[in-house]
Nanobody
Framework: QVQLVESGGGSVQAGESLTLSCAAS????????MAWFRQAPGKEREFIAA??????????IHADSVKGRFAISRDNAKNTVYLQMNSLKPEDTAVYYC?????????????????WGQGIQVSVSS
């Protein structure tokens, strides 16, 4: 079992920045891919970004909708994954979830993630 706790959400204006954090309980954190997904009201949950395992070089993958604005990173010493969000837009408003996968390559599909955080609200006003 892995516990994930997200933090850093909130309400900002368009153009501002936020950094989300997700702390994982598992000590073998570096052996898992980590990802961020989001779900806007009335929409399906969508993939935002993933970072592969340390053994795979901690490579990052970002959805086209956030490429160049958002950046995922991991700190294995702190068992934490981050999502730096810059130039936020109203359409970024959603509940953001972090997730853990035992796949090494940073999957984009929800079904390939085994554990999920409780979600954290990000609201961006124009």
């Amino acid at each position: 079992q892995v516990q994930l706790v997200e933090s850093g959400g909130g309400s900002v204006q368009a153009g501002e920045s936020l950094t989300l954090s997700c702390a994982a309980s598992r000590r073998t954190f570096r052996s898992y891919s980590m990802a961020w997904f989001r779900q806007a009201p009335g929409k399906e949950r969508e993939f935002i970004a993933a970072v592969t395992t340390s053994w795979s070089g901690s490579s990052t993958i970002h959805a086209d909708s956030v490429k160049g604005r958002f950046a995922i990173s991991r700190d294995n010493a702190k068992n934490t994954v981050y999502l730096q969000m810059n130039s936020l837009k109203p359409e970024d408003t959603a509940v953001y979830y972090c997730a853990v996968s035992d796949k090494s390559y940073g999957p984009k599909l929800e079904a390939e993630y085994d554990y999920w955080g409780q979600g954290i609200q990000v609201s961006v006003s124009s």
